[in-house]
């Protein structure tokens, strides 16, 4: 009997690196810099860059913190698609 495959699942600094690219994609966007950001923000400038730079270590308090003052939102969603609803 054939054994099933499974997916290959995305590391943890892959995800990181794809929310720090469109982190820093929508701070441009906005003609934002990284310490006008982190000052609107709360958080260190560094904080800032930890997270553009897609570092793994990063707090999930800040990386909230930078997504809502940008204007966006982190959410889950099954690999169809399907939007994970708390």
Not at 15 to 27: D, E, F, K
Not at 30 to 47: H, K, N, P
């Given at each position: ?8 699942r ?5 995800a ?12 441009l ?8 950001l ?49």
């Amino acid at each position: 009997m054939a054994t099933p495959r499974r997916r290959k699942r995305q590391t943890s600094a892959g995800a990181a690196a794809w929310i720090g690219a469109g982190l820093a994609t929508r701070r441009l966007q906005l003609g934002m810099t990284q310490a006008e950001l982190a000052d609107l923000a709360g958080v260190s400038r560094s904080s800032v860059q930890s997270i553009e730079a897609g570092r793994e270590t990063v707090q999930l308090d800040r990386v909230l913190a930078i997504t809502d003052t940008l204007g966006c939102e982190l959410s889950l969603t099954t690999r169809s698609g399907t939007p994970i609803l708390p």
